[in-house]
């Protein structure tokens, strides 16, 4: 009898220890190298090993390979200390959780426009715990609604089995306002580290191969191993290739100042399950975008953020296809045409009271000497064919850019002839605000060197169709997706290779009363896979679009709003653009 009493109560103290030591271990501080391991494990990261790791973290260091493997694949900031062995908040676990899940650039988009206000949670961490609660698996309740305090064995578990859960797929949308339009952050899919980095030093135009090869030699003769990469768009001059990102980082460092390099993935983005895009919407009718040319702000191509800030813009958004400084294709600015039409291309026009006209047009433009003779003007704002008439406009900027040496300038103001001159005997070609400069070579240059000083000239224009003629603002891009909520699969002339392979991208679109300019991230396996042209009209439907245009897109795909652009370029690198769309 007492023999039973005895077991009983040795159970129960037996059962009431392992309560307390189960309540000591679950409460039981985690240092921040376990946590990195726990999450490198849980995601299935390889442990990757090549250039300067954290100087704390050596061979003898607990979980030492994982977390120079996260610094490696960035995942960890590349600091010099780590101090591993310090306790891990839940704020700081969600962090390094987020940006192995590949939501880093969608934190730092976040971080740019958010005005982030916590008393105890320090201010770069509030991106990444707001993308946590607003993604879909959430993150641990318990974990979210104290940030502050140390992870712990249970809030670890819960860490991990939410990592896990997120290897299913993932969805993060983040809904942001202001008084004229609305933003939509959105991701989905967890991304990949890429296998392989470079350090992209420049993009060259594909008709100056020679000057890339020049800095591919130079860079080569500096003892990095540099070549050049023929893509669609450009000439890319690269180092590498890399098994990590830290080592590219000390590259791209190393690299001389007036060298402006970004780090890219080598391959595998279209592969990737990750996909990021941003959207921001506004009311036709309450909101008139406009039209800045680079041209006319710098004399030269400037990235989106340069522009929209000279333009103190809210919000802004690359435009149509471009070569060099020139855009491809129309342009209408302040009713003005700026450029002229690229046949069989789509074009997005608009007045002031929120009217848009979409289709294909055609422009006839002549010049009127002394009320008779009349000119067909084959170029807008661009040089002349020999032979041919062009025509600079104030809208273009102060002076027109690399015009023949063998061209008369005619100079007109008032619409007289003022002034005329040979272009090979002067260096600025200034164009006259009240006026235009016009530019005639071969057989016209002769006929106009006759012309007197003070002789009446005129200069119209005519699009076709009409209602282009009343348009405020117009550009040109292509091709449409979508009109009055039907499918277009007209190609408008682009290869299989645009049309057919994962892009960044941007789009423009209507559902009768909003606008909506979305970008699509791409060429990034850990952030973005980019879409094709058949996903982008699937994603313009699922937005409830009725009209779609697709813009240019690649390196030149980027959308600015709040002071700051909320994509990602990639490599992280902005293209100079010929002009942007922008709300002021």
Not at 50 to 72: L, N, R
Not at 314 to 320: D, I, K, L, P, W
Not at 492 to 506: C, I, Q
């Amino acid at each position: 009898m007492f023999s039973g009493k005895r077991i009983k109560i040795s159970s129960m103290i037996l059962l009431a220890l392992c309560i307390i030591l189960s309540s000591v271990y679950s409460a039981t501080a985690i240092s921040r190298g376990e946590v990195v391991y726990e999450i490198m494990n849980a995601l299935d990261l390889p442990v990757v090993q090549e250039g300067s790791g954290f100087a704390d973290v050596s061979s003898s260091t607990p979980h030492g390979d994982s977390i120079q493997a996260a610094k490696a694949l960035g995942i960890l900031p590349p600091l010099e200390q780590f101090y591993p062995s310090l306790e891990a908040t839940n704020a700081e676990a969600l962090m390094f959780a987020v940006r192995a899940l590949g939501l880093f650039n969608e934190a730092e988009a976040l971080g740019a426009v958010c005005n982030f206000q916590s008393s105890d949670v320090p201010p770069y961490l509030m991106p990444y715990i707001t993308i946590a609660g607003e993604m879909n698996p959430k993150a641990p309740d318990e974990m979210m609604s104290d940030p502050t305090s140390n992870v712990t064995n249970l809030t670890l578990g819960s860490l991990v089995s939410w990592l896990r859960a997120c290897k299913n797929g993932l969805v993060f949308e983040k809904t942001l306002q202001d008084d004229v339009a609305t933003v939509v952050m959105h991701r989905e899919g967890i991304g990949r580290p890429p296998k392989l980095w470079l350090v992209c030093v420049d993009e060259i135009p594909l008709d100056s191969e020679a000057r890339a090869r020049d800095l591919a030699g130079n860079l080569k003769n500096m003892g990095y191993p540099a070549f050049v990469v023929r893509q669609e768009w450009a000439f890319q001059v690269v180092i590498g290739p890399f098994v990590n990102y830290v080592k590219a980082f000390e590259v791209k460092s190393g690299l001389p100042k007036s060298l402006t390099a970004s780090i890219i993935p080598y391959s595998g983005a279209e592969e990737s399950p990750a996909l990021s895009w941003v959207a921001l919407v506004f009311d036709a009718t309450a909101v008139t975008p406009k039209i800045a040319l680079s041209s006319a702000e710098f004399g030269t191509s400037k990235p989106l953020s340069e522009l929209a800030k000279a333009k103190d813009a809210r919000a802004a958004v690359n435009g149509g296809y471009f070569s060099g400084m020139r855009p491809i294709g129309l342009i209408i600015a302040d009713g003005n045409v700026v450029y002229k039409p690229y046949n069989g291309r789509t074009a997005i026009g608009w007045d002031d009271r929120g009217r848009i006209y979409i289709g294909q047009a055609s422009l006839t433009s002549k010049v009127t000497v002394g009320g008779k003779v009349q000119f067909n003007v084959d170029g807008i704002n661009t040089p002349p064919t020999y032979h041919g008439i062009s025509i600079y406009t104030p809208e273009f900027g102060p002076e027109a850019l690399k015009i023949q040496s063998d061209a008369l300038k005619v100079m007109v103001r008032n619409g007289k002839i003022t002034w005329k001159q040979s272009t090979s005997t002067a260096s600025h070609h200034y164009i006259p605000p009240d006026g235009f400069l016009l530019v005639a070579r071969g057989n016209s240059r002769s006929y106009f060197a006759n012309v007197p000083l003070g002789t009446e000239v005129s200069f119209e224009s005519m699009l076709a169709p009409k209602e282009f003629n009343d348009v405020k603002w117009a550009f040109q891009a292509g091709p449409m997706l979508l009109k009055n909520g039907m499918d277009l699969s007209t190609n408008e002339g682009f290869k299989p290779s645009f049309t057919d392979k994962r892009h960044p991208r941007t789009l423009w679109g209507c559902d009768g009363s909003k606008i909506y300019w979305v970008v699509v991230d791409g060429r990034d396996p850990w952030h973005s896979r980019g879409v094709t042209l058949a996903e982008l009209r699937s994603l313009a439907k699922r937005l409830g679009m009725k009209d779609a245009v697709n813009l240019d897109g690649g390196g030149s795909s980027g959308l600015w709003w709040n002071g700051s652009l909320i994509n990602h370029c990639p490599g992280g690198r902005e293209r100079p653009l010929p002009y942007i769309i922008y709300i002021d």
